[in-house]
């Protein structure tokens, strides 16, 4: 690859929040349950790898209140009650789960995939199809395209950034188009 290859530029985000003035992360950044999921499963001491993460998901589900998430994607405000936000440059996240497929790492878009408050069996069902990404072919699902994406709520929720970031909303992620050049 490194002889025969050009390189090819990829967006990348730039994430700004209180805590974390600047971090810049290629996948997403994601507020809600899944945030809470991925706390749990890195903060395991017994498990590790994709059953942390199933874990800390069943454990982040049984005790998640939906709240009310305040997103704003280019200036336009939308109001989203539910369990989760996610600002996706990629496809996939968390252990390969399609979070986003119309996703694309090179198109100077952020895709917003919000996941509304349901009964648990159907969040479970939605969960289940993140497997193929065929939950946001479901009404519920929002999906929204932007370049910045400002997320808040209406209480302490957490957020973070392709597994590294663990803080609490507001956050804002910016896409930084073609910041990043890979052998692929």
Known sequence: MLLDHAPRRVDTIEV?????????????????????????ANRSRLLRGSASYYAGGLRAVASWRAATFHVTVDGEKHTHRGYTVVAANSAYYGSGRMIAP?????????????????PRRL???MMNELK?????????VRVLRGREITVEADRAVPYGA???????????????????????
């Open 102 to 118: 119309g996703a694309r790492l090179d198109d100077g878009l952020l895709d917003v995939v919000m996941i509304p408050e349901a």
């Open 16 to 40: 700004e929040s209180a805590v974390h003035p600047r971090t810049v992360v290629l996948g997403s950044v994601y507020a809600g349950v899944d945030a809470l999921a991925n706390r749990h």
């Open 123 to 125: 969040f479970f069902a």
């Open 162 to 184: 392709d597994g590294e970031v663990d803080a609490v909303l507001p956050v804002t992620a910016r896409v930084l188009p073609g910041a990043l050049a890979v052998l692929s």
């Open 132 to 140: 193929t990404g065929a939950h946001v072919a479901r009404p519920e």
